[in-house]
C-alpha cells in the first residue's frame, strides 16, 4: 500500500498534467484540400468549344450571346504525392500561339487564370491608338468526366471574361461604352485528334 504522501504527490503530479493538457493550444488543422472525387486524369491537348451566355458587350459580335469560338488547350498535370497536384495551361485561338499560366487543381476538376493588357485599337486606320489600353481577367473552370477517376474524355465548364478601359487610354482618346464589359461562356471540350 502506498503511503500518503506518495498518493498525494501523484494525485498532483496527475492533476498538473491534466491542467497542462487543458492549456496547450488548439491542435494542429490539416489544410490539405478534402477530396471527394476520383480525380480523373486531364493531362493532354483538348479542343474547347466556347459559346457566350451573357454578354455586356454591344458591339463586338464575338462577344453577342449564341456566338461560338474554339480554343486550344494543353494541360500538364505535374507528378506529385497527392490528389491535387500543380501543372501548366497553354490556352489559344491557335496551337501555335498560345499564352501559359498556372494550372489550379480542384476537386473533380480544374482551373486557370490569365490577368493581362490589351492594346486598344484605331477602329478607323486598325492601328494601335493606345498601348495596354485594357485591363483584362479571364477566369476558367472544368469539370473533369471520367469512370472511376480514369482518364478524363471530355470536359464541361464556364469561362468569365472581363476587361475595362484604363484611365490613361480615356485620357489618350480611347472610349468605348460600357467601359468594362463581362462575357460569360459555357465551356464543352474533348480530347484533341
Known amino acids: 500500500m502506498l503511503s500518503r504522501p506518495v498518493v498525494a504527490?501523484?494525485?498532483?503530479?496527475?492533476?498538473?498534467?491534466?491542467?497542462?493538457?487543458?492549456?496547450?493550444?488548439?491542435?494542429?488543422?490539416?489544410?490539405?484540400?478534402?477530396?471527394?472525387?476520383?480525380?480523373?486524369?486531364?493531362?493532354?491537348?483538348?479542343?474547347v468549344t466556347r459559346t457566350v451566355v451573357s454578354s455586356t458587350d454591344v458591339t463586338d459580335p464575338l462577344h453577342a450571346v449564341g456566338a461560338t469560338s474554339v480554343r486550344y488547350v494543353s494541360v500538364v498535370r505535374d507528378d506529385c504525392e497527392t490528389a491535387l497536384c500543380p501543372g501548366t495551361v497553354s490556352s489559344g485561338a491557335a496551337m501555335e500561339a498560345r499564352e501559359q499560366t498556372d494550372l489550379i487543381q480542384t476537386d473533380g476538376g480544374f482551373g486557370y487564370e490569365f490577368v493581362g493588357t490589351l492594346d486598344c485599337m484605331n477602329t478607323a486606320t486598325g492601328g494601335v491608338l493606345v498601348v495596354d489600353g485594357f485591363e483584362?481577367?479571364?477566369?476558367?473552370?472544368?469539370?473533369?468526366?471520367?469512370?472511376?477517376?480514369?482518364?478524363?474524355?471530355?470536359?464541361?465548364?464556364?469561362?468569365?471574361?472581363?476587361?475595362?478601359?484604363t484611365p490613361d487610354a480615356v485620357s489618350k482618346g480611347c472610349t468605348r461604352d460600357p467601359s468594362t464589359i463581362t462575357v460569360e461562356y459555357s465551356l464543352a471540350a474533348v480530347r484533341a485528334p
Open 136 to 165: 483584362y481577367e479571364q477566369t476558367t473552370t472544368f469539370t473533369a468526366v471520367a469512370p472511376d477517376g480514369g482518364t478524363a474524355t471530355t470536359l464541361t465548364g464556364e469561362l468569365v471574361y472581363t476587361d475595362t478601359v
Open 9 to 47: 504527490l501523484l494525485l498532483a503530479s496527475t492533476a498538473l498534467l491534466a491542467i497542462a493538457g487543458c492549456t496547450t493550444g488548439a491542435p494542429d488543422t490539416d489544410s490539405t484540400p478534402v477530396v471527394t472525387t476520383p480525380q480523373a486524369d486531364i493531362s493532354g491537348e483538348w479542343v
